[in-house]
């Protein structure tokens, strides 16, 4: 049997839909408790577990992890060697760990490649994110070692989509956009107030792809590696809101607030290996993925 946890997530529904034919354990926080390894270690058994999406985790935007940096990285933490130990102690059992850019130094070479995790210090405004989920992998590579455990790490790149959270702390930077923009329009505000300067370089996925491949990557024999899944193209924060602008029809003003956080200067990942070892691509444009995504938005608006 296949376990995806956070399946009621962002990503995790989209991988949820990718599996479907294969009848996968999606189960509640009351049904297993994550940061809780007998919890984890009495399900898997009982549920005869065969392969495990690492999916779940305590998300979020920049806000999150300002006001919250404990909660993210223990809890992260907490559950990710939760599940990673229980499978390596009950054997025969493949697990994708879905990681995340924010592992990657600050001032890694662009694109990053995976073998530049280790070379430095992340990105301040999500650095204990990042190195916990960067333990993660090393965990796992340890059980490998000591048990046998077949896993791979997948590190996503910034991903955008329907399903996404649009409330103000744990939204990520596309929804946050689109949210603004439409309640600008609504308003008919002349202007919006975006954070940092809009020289910030993203590499923006969209989820329902990158759930696609993290299928492909379960199916593999890719083992004991950390793979990127990236776009391939480097999106600056000021062309992606002209481009939400665009999509969502509002034509006021940019106003940039350089004194809110605004994250890494440029993110940009290398997948090559990706393309090498699974023939990751055949992508969702930034611009149909924008207009997908705001349908959504649209679709989740309380009506009045």
Same mark, same amino acid.
């Given at each position: 049997?296949?376990?995806?946890?956070?399946?009621?997530?962002?990503?995790?529904?989209?991988?949820?839909?990718?599996?479907?034919?294969?009848?996968?354990?999606?189960?509640?926080?009351?049904?297993?408790?994550?940061?809780?390894?007998?919890?984890?270690?009495?399900?898997?058994?009982?549920?005869?577990?065969?392969?495990?999406?690492?999916?779940?985790?305590?998300?979020?935007?920049?806000?999150?992890?300002?006001?919250?940096?404990?909660?993210?990285?223990?809890?992260?933490?907490?559950?990710?060697?939760?599940?990673?130990?229980?499978?390596?102690?009950?054997?025969?059992?493949?697990?994708?760990?879905?990681?995340?850019?924010?592992?990657?130094?600050?001032?890694?070479?662009?694109?990053?490649?995976?073998?530049?995790?280790?070379?430095?210090?992340?990105?301040?405004?999500?650095?204990?994110?990042?190195?916990?989920?960067?333990?993660?992998?090393?965990?796992?590579?340890?059980?490998?070692?000591?048990?046998?455990?077949?896993?791979?790490?997948?590190?996503?790149?910034?991903?955008?989509?329907?399903?996404?959270?649009?409330?103000?702390?744990?939204?990520?930077?596309?929804?946050?956009?689109?949210?603004?923009?439409?309640?600008?329009?609504?308003?008919?505000?002349?202007?919006?107030?975006?954070?940092? #300067?809009? @020289?910030?370089?993203?590499? &923006? !996925?969209?989820?329902?792809?990158?759930? +696609?491949?993290?299928?492909?990557?379960? $199916? %593999?024999?890719?083992?004991?590696?950390?793979?990127?899944?990236?776009?391939?193209?480097?999106?600056?924060?000021?062309?992606?809101?002209?481009?939400?602008?665009?999509?969502?029809?509002?034509?006021?003003?940019?106003?940039?607030?350089?004194?809110?956080?605004?994250?890494?200067?440029?993110?940009?990942? #290398?997948? @090559?290996?990706?393309?090498? &070892? !699974?023939?990751?691509?055949?992508?969702? +444009?930034?611009?149909?993925?924008?207009? $997908? %995504?705001?349908?959504?938005?649209?679709?989740?608006?309380?009506?009045?």
């Amino acid at each position: 049997m296949l376990l995806i946890t956070g399946a009621s997530g962002f990503l995790g529904r989209h991988i949820v839909t990718q599996c479907i034919d294969l009848e996968p354990l999606t189960p509640s926080h009351k049904e297993l408790d994550l940061l809780s390894l007998s919890s984890v270690r009495n399900y898997l058994k009982k549920n005869n577990v065969s392969k495990i999406i690492h999916a779940a985790g305590f998300v979020g935007g920049i806000g999150l992890h300002k006001n919250h940096p404990g909660k993210v990285a223990i809890e992260n933490l907490r559950m990710g060697a939760n599940v990673i130990e229980a499978a390596a102690y009950q054997g025969d059992i493949r697990v994708v760990n879905i990681s995340t850019v924010c592992i990657y130094p600050a001032d890694a070479q662009i694109p990053i490649c995976e073998t530049s995790a280790h070379l430095g210090y992340p990105a301040n405004d999500t650095a204990y994110y990042g190195i916990t989920k960067k333990t993660l992998h090393v965990l796992a590579c340890a059980m490998a070692d000591e048990f046998g455990l077949s896993h791979v790490t997948v590190v996503p790149t910034n991903l955008y989509g329907p399903g996404d959270h649009y409330d103000e702390e744990k939204s990520h930077v596309v929804p946050a956009l689109i949210k603004r923009a439409y309640e600008a329009k609504l308003s008919l505000e002349p202007s919006m107030v975006v954070w940092g #300067d809009g @020289s910030q370089i993203r590499d &923006l !996925l969209y989820a329902p792809d990158c759930a +696609k491949w993290i299928r492909r990557a379960l $199916e %593999s024999e890719i083992n004991n590696r950390m793979i990127n899944f990236g776009s391939g193209i480097g999106t600056s924060i000021k062309n992606l809101i002209e481009n939400i602008k665009l999509v969502v029809g509002y034509e006021g003003d940019i106003l940039w607030d350089i004194s809110k956080p605004a994250g890494a200067p440029k993110r940009l990942l #290398d997948t @090559s290996l990706a393309k090498n &070892l !699974l023939g990751f691509g055949s992508l969702t +444009k930034l611009e149909q993925g924008l207009e $997908e %995504s705001y349908r959504d938005f649209l679709k989740r608006i309380p009506k009045k």
